[in-house]
Every structure is written in C-alpha cells, then in structure tokens.
C-alpha cells in the first residue's frame, strides 16, 4: 500500500488529505499520478516520497508516502 | 527550557528568547529578522493570515536550510522559529536569528534563509480579506 497525503488547496481539489492506494503496476510516481484521481493535480505541483523532494521518475515501493503540495508560501 | 534551532510551532513566536540563545563573544553581529503578518497583498486588504504546513518535513527542510547557512555563511548561530495556526496582524510568522564574527555575513545569511523558506519548505499561507473571501497564497500566486 501507498500513502498519499495533499497539503493546503490540493485537499479540496482532489478531495482527501490522506487516502490508502494499493501498490499497482505503476513502479514510478508519475505512473500512480497518471490515475485519473489525479487528473486535476497541477503541473507546478511539488511531490515528495517519504518527505524527501523527488521528480516523476521516482521509483515507488511498499509502504512508501507520498505527498502532493502547492508551491510553497512560508514566510 | 532547551530552544530548537528550528521549529514549526502552533503559538506565539519569542524573538527576545532566540536572540538570547545567539550569544556568542565570536559574533561581532547579531541579526534578528521577524516576517510579521501584513494587512495587505498587492491591492487587497488582509484581515488575518493562516499558516500550514507539512510539519515533519518542514522541520527536516528547515534542518537543512540550517546547516547550509551556517556552512555558506559562516555563521556562530542559526535559528529558525515558523508559526502556524492564525497568526494576527503584526505578529511575526517567522523568526531568524543569524550571528556571525561580522555583519554582512549574518545579513545575507537572513535574505538567503527567507528566500529558500519561500521555495522549499513547505509551509503555506491562507489570507482572509477585510472585503470578505479567503484564498490560499501559492508561491506568488493566489488561488
């Protein structure tokens, strides 16, 4: 199983903060955002697995979390 | 009581009590920077400010941001204090401390800090408007 989690507006615009995905086929990340629950993630989108910074091309395993954010607005 | 260096915290932020951990006889230089909630965004009046964050990670990424900047800059102390919650008008969202032997280091070293703060850790910011409406802040856009 994956853990995604969405941060600030992204929560409203996918419509969880925190949901269970089972590990599919998909062995990157940008495999699993290809899903159409993810259809209206945006293109500027910052993605950490397991609150590391990462790209599309990040592998995905069991167990892993993945978040979703906005560009950030701290400060 | 123990001060982190960095923190994400849910109350008021002390900038008295982090300006006391840089004492240091190496810093020729202290410099205390609070980022204070506004009443306005370009042409819009702000009624209050909220923070999240993703709290676990932006603690990492601020451990991080830390150790840079005393490594680039050639800091004696680094402290960095973001609050989250509502933070009221005139009430810092965002503490930094930098003390360095001289001045220009521990200036660079807040305008450096507050410039990674904004690209990388993830912490954002809600404004409500004096004329009604609230909107998420996203990098400098608002949405």
């Known amino acids: 199983m994956l853990t995604v989690l969405c941060f600030a507006r992204y929560r409203e615009l996918l419509g969880f903060d925190r949901a269970e995905f089972p590990l599919g086929a998909e062995g990157t990340l940008g495999e699993l955002l290809a899903d159409p629950r993810f259809a209206s993630l945006p293109k500027d989108a910052l993605l950490a697995v397991n609150r590391t910074f990462v790209d599309r091309q990040q592998p995905l395993k069991d167990g892993d979390e993945v978040a979703l954010m906005p560009p950030v607005s701290g400060g | ?143």
């Open chain 2, 1 to 143: 009581m123990m001060i982190p260096y960095v923190a994400v915290m849910n109350s008021p932020l002390d900038p008295v009590a982090l300006r006391a951990e840089a004492h240091d006889p190496r810093a020729g230089s202290v410099v205390v920077f609070e980022g204070c909630a506004r009443n306005h965004h370009d042409d819009k009046d702000v009624e209050l400010l909220a923070y999240e964050a993703f709290e676990s990670m932006a603690v990492t990424e601020l451990e991080k941001l830390r150790t840079e900047a005393m490594e680039r800059f050639g800091l004696t102390q680094c402290i960095i204090h973001h609050r989250i919650g509502v933070v009221p008008l005139c009430e810092a969202a965002v503490v930094v401390v930098t003390a360095s032997a001289h001045r220009k280091e521990s200036f660079e070293a807040v305008v450096w800090i507050m410039d990674i703060i904004k690209e990388r850790v993830p912490i954002w910011k809600r404004e409500r408007y004096t004329e009604g409406g609230e909107s998420w802040v996203e990098g400098e856009q608002r949405h």
